[in-house]
T-cell receptor
Framework: NAGVTQTPKFQVLKTGQSMTLQCAQD?????MSWYRQDPGMGLRLIHY???????DQGEVPNGYNVSRSTTEDFPLRLLSAAPSQTSVYFC????????????FGSGTRLTVV | AQSVTQPDIHITVSEGASLELRCNYS??????LFWYVQSPGQGLQLLLK??????LVQGIKGFEAEFKRSQSSFNLRKPSVHWSDAAEYFC??????????FGTGTRLKVLA
């Protein structure tokens, strides 16, 4: 059972480039979220989804897009990378976040130069 | 607005000593509360959670936490710390939506 798989683990982008961070889960979880982690700021919610075809914005959505065409996959797209998007990105999934908590992936470390 | 405060950025304890990590939240109703642990280079792992019932909850790895409504606190405790407990610990709260608010974390160092 792989849990939540994030790819790539590391990425360096140039300012203005676009890319997609991949997230897949094999637990048939309905709820999925993307967080970014920055030093001294904890984790902040970017976007989340409560099921296939349903997404919504979190606390810091600007510059990011998501879609949820299947239950398993929840990719995060950076439209035009900026140095401020240098961060560690975590994907998480759950079958009931309030009662069961989230299962997190191991993260993607992104550097924008 | 909801908020979570972890007042201690760093804590150092000796192996075998007791541990208490503080978490205070700001929210009108009873929230759903969580503690997560993050080892270096890893994702977050759920330690324990509270949403109702007994205010003292037990988690994995020998951790426990106590919900105190009067103090708006949900402090994490462990009677005897092991070197493998060195990590960063995050408190999180949600009102019942799927959006978590995380604290800024407490980094634990364990001295041999």
């Amino acid at each position: 059972n792989a849990g939540v798989t994030q790819t790539p683990k590391f990425q360096v982008l140039k300012t203005g480039q676009s890319m997609t961070l991949q997230c897949a889960q094999d637990m048939n979880h309905e709820y999925m979220s993307w967080y970014r982690q920055d030093p001294g700021m904890g984790l902040r919610l970017i976007h989340y989804s409560v099921g296939a075809g349903i997404t919504d914005q979190g606390e810091v959505p600007n510059g990011y897009n998501v879609s949820r065409s299947t239950t398993e996959d929840f990719p995060l797209r950076l439209l035009s990378a900026a140095p401020s998007q240098t961060s560690v990105y975590f994907c998480a999934s759950s079958n009931g976040p309030n009662l069961h908590g989230y299962t997190f992936g191991s993260g993607t470390r992104l550097t924008v130069v | 607005a909801q908020s979570v405060t972890q007042p201690d950025i760093h804590i150092t304890v000796s192996e075998g000593a007791s541990l208490e990590l503080r978490c205070n939240y700001s929210y009108g109703a009873t929230p759903y509360l969580f503690w997560y642990v993050q080892s270096p280079g890893q994702g977050l792992q759920l330690l324990l959670k509270y949403f109702s019932g007994d205010t003292l909850v037990q988690g994995i790895k020998g951790f426990e936490a106590e919900f105190k409504r009067s103090q708006s606190s949900f402090n994490l405790r462990k009677p005897s710390v092991h070197w493998s407990d060195a990590a960063e610990y995050f408190c999180a709260v949600t009102s019942g939506t799927y959006k978590y608010i995380f604290g800024t974390g407490t980094r634990l160092k364990v001295l041999a």
